[in-house]
């Protein structure tokens, strides 16, 4: 499925923008539903749901899925927005690597990381991306900020501003 579906997967939304998303969708007919005062029953589903996975989860893996920078900024919203709402103090771990990447999504991975929103994570995988010397400077000044205070395990192995080769 992995290699061969259509399909792609798309990033977790955060709660906010996943309501102004269903409630654009229903205004412009996109998205129907029988009785459009479901909207908010259907969006404080989403919240709960969203909510209880990113306290849990002890590790969230999206490899290989082909992410760039737009989809990267989306992941980044939805995990700042877990931390905000007392969630991610689980995580250990986090799979970004085989996707494309780059500066923009490392600026809005920062912003997370000077917000303490990834302070338990043990391992952080980001090889084999897009992330260029200057994502990689700003990566750094992160962590020699206490970004990732916990993390013994980080690869960036593979993005043209590693010098490393995949």
């Known amino acids: 499925v992995c290699d061969k579906g259509k399909a792609g997967r798309a990033p977790p939304m955060a709660p906010t923008a996943f309501a102004v998303k269903l409630e654009s969708g ?9 009785n459009k005062g479901d909207v908010p029953l259907v969006t404080g589903i989403y919240d709960t749901a969203f909510m ?4 849990k989860a002890t590790a969230l893996y999206y490899t290989g899925l082909g992410w760039d920078d737009a989809q990267g900024v989306q992941l980044c919203e939805a995990l700042r927005h877990a931390h905000a709402h007392g969630g991610l103090r689980e995580l250990k771990r986090l799979s970004l690597d085989h996707n494309k990447l780059g500066d923009g999504f490392v600026t809005a991975f920062v912003a997370l990381l000077d917000e303490g929103g990834l302070a338990n994570v043990e391992a952080l995988y980001l090889n084999s991306n897009a992330i260029s010397d200057a994502g990689m400077r700003e990566l750094a000044a992160a962590v ?4 990732l205070p916990k993390c013994t395990y980080p690869t960036l192995d593979g993005n043209p501003g590693s010098g490393a080769p995949v």
């Open 26 to 34: 229903v205004a412009t007919g996109e998205v129907g539903f029988t």
């Open 52 to 55: 209880t996975e990113m306290t």
């Open 144 to 147: 020699a900020r206490g970004g």
